[in-house]
C-alpha cells in the first residue's frame, strides 16, 4: 500500500488519554494496537486506522505497544525511513528484521516485566495468535486481557464514522459463476470435513461468495460483513440500508439478511442450535478474530484455512478472460499516459509526481467498465522511486526529470502494472540493473514447473482477485510460509514483480500479471502435470534501459514476441490517438 509521508505528528496528549484509561479503567501496564482491522484487512477504513492515529505513523505496516512509560512501534524496512520522519520523540523505533530486534510478541513475552497484564482488542487479532501470545506469556506469569471498547476509539474525539456505501450486484456474465453455484461448492467442503458452519470473516470471500460489490475501503471493492453458512441456512450480517435493490434481489429469500452489529450475538447462540461434538465443530478462517472464537466458546470451533479463499483463488473462464480484456483497455491508457508524459518533458513542460498520478488516473477512468483504482499510484522519479511503497504528496513531491529513472480496476478484472523508464540517457549502472531485472522477469515468466511446486524463494509475486483486492490470498511468489503452503494451480492469478532499489538513487520494477495454465512437456515426469504462466499485462518495457549485450538469445526472442503481442493487442484501441499509437509503435519495435 503506497503512503504520503507526512510531517511529524505530536502524540504526547494521545498517549497521556490512554495511558490514564489503561490504569485506571482496566489496570493493564501494556497496551497493543495493531494495524488491522476487525476483519484482518491490508487496507483500512479510515475510521479503523488507529495505530497511525495514535502513533503518527502512516504506513501500512506495523504494530504499536504502549506501556505506562513507552511507546514502541514495530514496522519493517520498507518503512523506516517514514516512520523515522512521522514519529515524535515519544516513540521507540523497533527495526524488525534486524539482529536483535524482536518482534512484537516476542517483545510482550521477553521484554515486558513479569505479571504485566497486556491489553488489547480482540476483534483485532486473530485468535490463533492471541492462543499462541498467551501461551508464550505463561512462564512470566503475564496475561493477554481482552477489552471489548478500543481504547484508541475512546481518545480520539473526531474519530471518522465507519462507511456505509452502496451495495451493488455483480452480474454472473462477469462473475462466471452464480451465488448458488457457490454456496453449494463450499457446503460440499465443509461436509466432507464434518464442519457444522463456516463462520467468513474476510471481506474480500464475502464480496467474492456473494457476488456483490462495495467501496467501504477505498481501493478495495468489499464492504464491510459477516457471513455464516450452515448445512441449511446462510446468513449475512450487514447494513440492509447499504443493499441496492438489485442487490437484494439478487440475495433473494435464501439469504438472511441480519443488522452488522447483530454478529457477535449471533454467534453466542449459535452452538445451541447445531448439533456439536468433538468430530463436528464450527470452522473459522486463519484470521478469524479472538472476538469470533469467544463468541462460539472454547472446544466449539476448529481454526483451519477458509475453502473460500482457494475456491476464489481460482478463476474461471469468465474471470480469467476478464483478466485479460482488463489489461488490454489498461495497456491502452498507459500508452496515453506515457506518450503524453514523453511529449510535455520534451517541451520542457514541469511535471511533478502527483500531477502524473492524476493524469494516469483521468485516462484509466475514460476506459470501459473502469470502477476505481486498485491502489494509490505509485508514480516516483530518481530517489523516490528507491522507496517501493511511495505515494507522491501533492503538496510536497518531486519533479519528473529527463535524466531519472522514473517507475510508475474494471468490472472484469483487476490489473495490478509497473514499468520503469528513463526519458533522457541512462547511465550504465542503471541500464546494468535494469537488465537484470529484466532476465529475473523473463525467467519466471518462462518458468515451467511440476503442479503442487510450492518452494520458490524468491519473493517476487502475490495473487490478484477478480474485481476484488490487488494483494489476494493465499498463493504467491516468495518465502512467506502461507505462499509455501499454498501449491499454485492452473487458474490462479499472479503479479511478477522482481525489483532492484538503490536507497536514495534510482529503483527499478518491472511488474506484470500472469495467469497460471497448463503447460505441454515433452514427458511427464512424476505423472504430476506441469504449469506454466500466460501474461496479460499489455505494456511495453522500456528498450532504452536494456544493456542488450547481457541478454541472451532467448531473451532477445522473449523481448520481441512480448512487445508484438502489445502492439497486436492495444494498438486497435489507440486509433483515435496518433500520439499514442506514434509511441506504442516506437517502443514495440524489434530490439
Known sequence: MAAVTNGTVDTTKRLAALRQLMAQEHDIQAYVVPSEDQHS?????????????????????????????????????????????????????MKQGLPDVPTWPEFLSKNLESSTRIGIDPTLISA????TISKALGPKKSTLVSIDQNLVDLVWSDRPARPHNSIIHLDEKY?????????????EELAKKKYQAFIVNMLDEIAWLFNLRGSDIEYNPVFFAYAVITADSVNLFVERTQLSDDALKHLGDDIKVQPYDAFFGYLQELPTVLTLDEEAKVLIGENASHAIAQALGKDKYVIAPSPIAEMKAIKNATELEGFRQSHIRDGAALARYFAWLEEQLNNGVEINESQGADKLEALRSELSLFRGL?????????????????????????????????????????????????????????????????????????????????????????????????HEGPHGLGVRIAYNNTPLKAGMTVSNEPGYYADGRFGIRIESIVLVRDAKTPNNFGDKGYLGFEVVTMCPISKKLIDTSLLTV??????????????EKVAPLLENDERALKWLEKETSPL
Open 128 to 131: 490463533s495468535n492471541a492462543d
Open 374 to 470: 486498485s491502489f494509490d499510484t505509485i508514480s516516483s522519479t530518481g530517489p523516490n522511486a528507491a522507496i517501493i511503497h511511495y505515494k507522491p504528496d501533492p503538496l510536497d513531491c518531486a519533479v519528473i526529470k529527463k535524466d531519472q529513472i522514473y517507475l510508475s480496476q474494471f468490472f472484469d478484472g483487476t490489473t495490478d502494472v509497473t514499468r520503469t523508464w528513463h526519458f533522457g540517457t541512462p547511465t550504465d549502472e542503471e541500464k546494468r540493473a535494469f537488465t537484470r531485472v529484466l532476465q529475473g522477469h523473463i525467467a519466471i515468466d518462462t518458468a515451467i514447473f511440476p503442479s503442487g511446486t510450492t518452494d520458490y524463494r524468491h519473493g517476487t509475486g502475490h495473487g490478484v482477485g477478480h474485481y476484488l483486492n490487488v
Open 175 to 187: 462473475a462466471g459463476r452464480s451465488l448458488g453455484h457457490k454456496i453449494r461448492a463450499l457446503r
Open 554 to 567: 532467448d531473451e532477445q526472442k522473449w523481448l520481441d514476441a512480448y512487445h508484438a503481442q502489445t502492439w
Open 41 to 93: 484487512s491490508e487496507y483500512l477504513a479510515d475510521c479503523d486506522k488507529r495505530r497511525a492515529f495514535i502513533s503518527g505513523f502512516s504506513g501500512s505496516a506495523g504494530c504499536a505497544v504502549i506501556t505506562s512509560k513507552e511507546a514502541f512501534m514495530f514496522t519493517d524496512g520498507r518503512y523506516f525511513l517514514q516512520a523515522v520522519k512521522e514519529m515524535d520523540q515519544n516513540w521507540t523505533l
